[in-house]
């Protein structure tokens, strides 16, 4: 798994689907010159097409998670809607959900938002049958203290092989590889 650093301009060009790419850059238009936006700066409205791909999360303490709003496009490919449940106990098998928390627990702990692309495989024959891209994109009221986080996700199938995750910092800091 790869994961940089890198300005938030230069990492949102650099994703490939145009949809993610698209909150990217209003999540950035947004935070208006700040590390990040507050919730009331977004508006639906603006991005209509988006809604059904995106989700709001509420950051609770002890590190959980609490899904406030779901689109429908994530209910589909999930199969049920988690709205007001806490992600750890929906979230399937321990190492996938150690993977999706950690993710979450980065985006709040660095103010930061992240970006995640992971190739799903079926049980049976060890094929992919799923490639999910994610971008986590914190959101605070105060300017320093995340207190949710605006998730953008989209799946589709995929034979190809890829692992990667991407981090990338809201206030323009240097690129670093790890």
Known sequence: MDRFDAPGESLIASIGDPRLRAVGEYWHRKSAGRRMPRRADLDPVDIPKLLPHVMLIEVHAGGRYRYRLIGTENVREHGFDATGRY??????????????????????????????????????????????????????????????????QVTS??????????????????????
């Open 87 to 152: 992600l750890d106990e929906v979230l399937p098998g321990p190492e996938y959900k150690r993977h999706v928390l950690g993710l979450y627990d980065e985006c709040v702990r660095q103010g930061r938002s992240v970006y995640s692309e992971s190739l799903f495989y079926s049980s049976a024959g060890h094929k992919p049958q799923r490639h999910t891209k994610v971008l986590f994109m914190p959101l605070s009221d105060d300017g320093q203290t995340v207190n949710l986080v605006f998730v953008a």
């Open 157 to 178: 199938s995929t034979r190809r092989r890829t692992g990667r995750s991407f981090t990338f910092r809201s206030d323009g800091a240097s690129a670093t590889s790890t």
